[in-house]
């Protein structure tokens, strides 16, 4: 090996063998053929500046170590954005099996796809989606071996062993289950193991981030949190209001999580959380994931935004809440997400949720644009800034695992 490299070498699970999404059926056939985006070398590499020995370092990290996402979204969209919609409306999304087999990680918490969930409907967010959007990625999971789902704990334990991949699955919002709360048994005996409370707008449990008046949790939200603690569902805050959050903290009895989020305090914006409701995750046992997704986890250091930008609120962090309470949730997927945004701006709030400063906008997120390229780059300027081989290993997985020890059980 050289005396430096850009970055560790990509870990290769040798579990995957080459399965692509719903191969067992006939494309064009049996569903609609698309043009996907390439789930490899899609942009430049990140140049992290690493020589020899962190190179090695990092690859040994990241391979040896359980590594956990704590959000994203690990599908392929269509490589003309323009499609997306109609891609969406076969409710086949793609899984990116290959992208995943190099990414390194032991499990991620898929999102799927959210508020995008348009089979039926173009607002998104109704229940005959979402079961649609799961039933299908089921199917296609259950026909192959490198990815499997993550019931519980001894699932990514097992998938670690095995070398392969645990799909946490996962809902950013509860707005699907409308007021019915044994929606959320329905949910959990389908595989769903987190949930968050709303997405920017307020439904029957809270209020989101971008409304004007947070009323907080309401006597449904309660009901629902009380409800998802029983079943051992994880709840998440990342969208919610400042006031519902706080709701939550208090109502629940399990640790919550903000899956993908930053500092406020770095970056004003109502997307970010302050730092009360940061302090009051942590003091639930919960942990943030620091988020990626473009032009959200931005700095006055780094506005253009990159690895580095995503790191100013990883150290804010550290400082606020320590170690054991910061993790990644960088909000990845396999496309072009700026213009998944710019067609999706309402349906996800934005707009709305972006409101701040002025920011130049970035065609990708530098350095951490995939689920593939994330968690090699993150651990390579974790083993470059001098943090200890204990520490990368709570941040990458081990506080996300102290916390699921609580809310799985």
């Not at 770095?266 to 970010?272: E, K, S």
């Not at 606020?320 to 997400?337: K, R």
């Not at 906008?361 to 951490?368: N, R």
């Not at 995939?370 to 200890?388: A, R």
Request: aromatic share 8%; proline share 4%.
């Amino acid at each position: 090996m050289t005396d430096t490299a850009q970055s560790a070498t990509p870990y290769r699970s040798s579990r995957y063998t080459g399965y692509t999404s719903f191969s067992y059926l006939d494309e064009g056939r049996d569903y609609e053929a698309f043009v996907l985006a390439p789930e490899l070398d899609r942009v430049p590499p990140y140049d992290l500046g690493l020589d020899a020995e962190q190179a090695e370092r990092t690859r040994r990290l990241v391979q040896d170590n359980i590594i956990i996402s704590l959000h994203d979204h690990p599908q392929v969209f269509p490589e003309d954005m323009n499609q997306v919609r109609e891609y969406i409306r076969t409710g086949r999304e793609r899984t990116g099996y290959l992208g995943l087999s190099r990414s390194g990680m032991t499990a991620v918490f898929d999102n799927m796809m959210d508020g995008t969930a348009c089979v039926t409907s173009k607002s998104g967010w109704k229940f005959d989606d979402i079961v649609y959007d799961i039933g299908m990625r089921l199917s296609d999971i259950a026909h192959q071996d490198f990815v499997r789902i993550a019931y519980g704990l001894d699932d990514i334990y097992a998938a670690h062993q095995n070398d392969q991949l645990a799909i946490v699955l996962s809902l950013e919002a509860a707005t699907p289950i409308e007021n019915e709360v044994d929606r959320i048994d329905l949910l959990y005996g389908m595989g769903v193991r987190q949930m968050g409370i709303a997405y920017s707008e307020a439904n029957t449990l809270g209020s989101g981030l971008k409304e004007a008046g947070d009323g907080g949790l309401t006597v449904f939200g309660h009901r629902a949190v009380e409800r998802m603690n029983k079943l051992g569902i994880a709840i998440d805050v990342s969208h919610s209001g400042d006031k519902t959050c706080m709701d939550v903290f208090a109502a629940s009895t399990k640790p919550v999580l903000i899956t993908h989020a930053g500092a406020r305090a770095v970056w004003p914006t109502p997307r970010m959380k302050p730092d009360e409701v940061i302090r009051g995750c942590a003091e639930t046992g919960g942990v943030i994931g620091i988020e990626a997704a473009p032009h959200t986890t931005l700095s006055e250091a780094h506005p253009e935004h990159s690895l580095e930008s995503v790191m100013d609120h990883f150290e804010y962090c550290v400082e606020l809440v320590g170690i054991d309470h910061v993790a990644f949730g960088p909000d990845t997927l396999y496309g072009d997400h700026v213009a998944l945004h710019d067609i999706f701006a309402a349906n996800l709030g934005v707009h709305d949720a972006h409101k701040g400063p002025s920011y130049p906008k970035m065609p990708y997120v530098a350095g951490l644009e995939n689920p593939t390229e994330c968690f090699h780059n993150i651990v390579g300027w974790l083993v470059k800034h001098g943090y200890s081989d204990e520490d990368i290993i709570k941040v990458t997985g081990g506080n996300i695992i102290r916390a699921l020890e609580k809310i799985w059980f």
